[in-house]
């Protein structure tokens, strides 16, 4: 475990030579971990661009805690964009326009998304299951159009590095469309082990680029209930059960954006960053960083092997059947 004492003190030293954090896109950024990383980032007082994207109804909340980032920090520069990121057409928009204002990205941070509690399948226009959309076609389809501009960079996906299991992947029915396929305790997983699969991948063809893969552990966000249908009584059991352990054992707001502004911007898993003298991470053989939610790093070799050895070819290529339009 890093210790909180030593994130902060790796956090005090981000200054504009110790990081190349200039431009930094945050897909996720209007609530929980995202806004919480965000204030932490602006909060070093470096002169820092970020483009926030949420969606519509998000945008009134949003405004207050954009001024509120501008009076912590008058040298941030904070752009919202207006973004539906559950809709790949959507994410091809945005990308286009951050591509036409930007020659380099410092990072990408990935967090939007929930738990599918309710155990109904809902889809977006474009067919894909929502939560699936948002935490890994749509994650990966941003990478794959920015990559270009991440050269020296970082991309943190948070969702849950660490956590890859073979027990309930499904490698013939990636998008668990078959009857009964989709349920809770299967799609989380699923979407785990998919992003491991793929970012393993990217690191490997892009050494360039730093990729983690984040287990946020518990924190008191309120998403827990998005998705929620309202009508199990056992999904309704088991989220007030969820908000009384995150009550008991979440890291603070504070903790929680502190330790993933260090996981952006240090040294301890590799590329560019504030400079680390303890531990370094341990990446997948693919290069790709596994980080718990207190900042330790596992490969998980015995697992993340198994997935790349039987699933990565059958992954990609059904990645890129789904996003080679939007490409």
Avoid at 80 to 91: P, T
Avoid at 232 to 248: K, P, T, Y
Wanted: aromatic share 10%; charged share 20%; proline share 4%.
């Amino acid at each position: 475990m890093v210790s909180f004492t030593e994130i902060l003190s790796s956090n005090a030293l981000i200054t504009t030579s110790t990081t190349p954090l200039r431009v930094a896109v945050f897909v996720g950024g209007t609530s929980g971990i995202g806004k919480l990383t965000i204030r932490a980032l602006v909060a070093t007082g470096t002169p820092i661009k970020i483009y926030l994207l949420g969606r519509k109804p998000s945008q009134s909340r949003t405004l207050p805690f954009i001024k509120e980032l501008h009076t912590l920090n008058p040298k941030a520069e904070i752009i919202f964009i207006e973004a539906e990121v559950s809709l790949l057409a959507d994410v091809k928009r945005v990308c286009s326009l951050i591509s036409s204002l930007e020659s380099k990205i410092g990072l990408l941070f990935l967090s939007a998304g929930f738990a599918p509690w309710g155990g109904q399948r809902k889809e977006t226009a474009e067919g894909h299951e929502v939560a699936q959309a948002l935490e890994y076609y749509s994650r990966m389809l941003f990478i794959l159009r920015l990559l270009p501009f991440l050269d020296s960079g970082r991309v943190v996906s948070v969702l849950g590095g660490g956590m890859e299991t073979t027990y309930f992947l499904d490698m013939e029915d990636w998008e668990l469309k078959k009857e009964g396929n989709f349920t809770i305790w299967r799609a989380r997983p699923q979407y785990i082990g998919m992003n491991t699969i793929m970012l393993d991948r990217l690191a490997k063809e892009n050494p360039n680029v730093t990729f983690i893969h984040s287990l946020p552990g518990a924190v008191d966000t309120g998403n827990v209930r998005r998705g929620w249908d309202g009508k199990s009584i056992l999904g309704w059991a088991f989220i007030r059960f969820i908000e009384g352990v995150n009550w008991l054992v979440a890291f603070s707001d504070e903790e929680s954006g502190q330790r993933h502004l260090f996981q952006s911007t240090s040294a301890a898993f590799g590329g560019r960053g504030v400079p680390w003298s303890g531990e370094a991470g341990r990446a997948t053989a693919g290069g790709l960083f596994l980080v718990s939610n207190k900042c330790d790093c596992t490969p998980n070799t015995k697992v993340v092997d198994q997935l790349r050895d039987k699933g990565q070819e059958k992954l990609w290529g059904h990645t890129m059947e789904i996003l080679g339009p939007y490409l």
